[in-house]
């Protein structure tokens, strides 16, 4: 079975800090891992994801997160926080060629950024 | 290029009357379609998917039902509305086993059952 762990709810940072939200999988195979952000009342955006090569994945807003193989985990990160990035974040996995398997979503993991 | 339509935005209705919600793509064929449920801004629960018209897949049994009556089209339905049923609610798409095989989502609709 496919698993999503976000151990944190809530995220506070200073704006211009780094901020860091952690992920880790659970699954039986090679993983496609994806990160969404959701604004109040808003559908989930993707802002992007890890399929194969490079371990360290760039996205939008300038986001970016680092498949750790070894640690199943999948954190994304950005060196300089932005008041405008606090929303909902959600890490999601799929295992490669899985078919019509839906994502596995973790419970989301509120990012407030402080001015 | 794609996207994806939900209607209405915001709805209110009594409990134990009835439900149609309404999720439609546009740009793209043969999609999987998906529904889900957010309960208080938290954490996504699946309850249909679809891999194609009149073809669908429950999550999660209770007082929902879901149909897909065209290639790019799936209803969210209900005869008697709960309280429990209020939430926002997701409708997503992805085109399987290539080499995207991202889910994108709808702007969603938030049910309030009163």
């Known amino acids: 079975a496919q698993s999503v762990a976000q151990p944190e709810d809530q995220v506070n940072v200073a704006e211009g800090n780094p901020l860091t939200v952690k992920c880790t999988y659970s699954v039986s195979g090679n993983p496609y891992l994806f990160w969404y952000v959701q604004y109040p009342n808003r559908g989930l955006q993707f802002l992007l994801k890890?399929?194969?090569?490079?371990?360290l994945v760039k996205g939008s807003y300038g986001f970016e997160a680092e498949f750790n193989k070894s640690q199943t985990s999948f954190h994304l990160k950005k060196p300089s926080a932005l008041v405008s990035d606090s929303a909902l974040y959600f890490c999601?996995?799929?295992?490669?060629?899985?078919?019509?398997?839906?994502?596995?979503f973790g419970k989301g993991t509120r990012l407030s950024v402080i001015a | 290029s794609q996207t994806i339509h939900q209607w209405p935005a915001t709805l209110v209705q009594p409990v134990g009357s009835p439900l149609s919600l309404e999720c439609t793509v546009e740009g793209t064929s043969n999609p999987n379609l998906y529904w889900y449920r957010q309960a208080a801004g938290r954490g996504l629960q699946l309850l249909f998917y679809?891999?194609?018209?009149?073809?669908i897949s429950s999550e999660v049994p209770q007082n929902l039902s879901a149909s897909r009556p065209q290639d790019r089209q799936f209803i969210l339905s209900s005869k008697k509305l709960l309280l429990s049923d209020s939430g926002f609610y997701l409708c997503?798409?992805?085109?399987?086993?290539?080499?995207?095989?991202?889910?994108?989502f709808g702007p969603g609709t938030r049910l309030l059952v009163l």
């Open positions: 997503a798409w992805m085109i399987p086993l290539g080499p995207q095989e991202t889910q994108y």
């Open positions: 890890y399929i194969t090569g490079d371990n």
């Open positions: 999601a996995v799929r295992v490669i060629n899985s078919g019509n398997t839906p994502l596995v």
């Open positions: 679809s891999v194609g018209i009149g073809q």
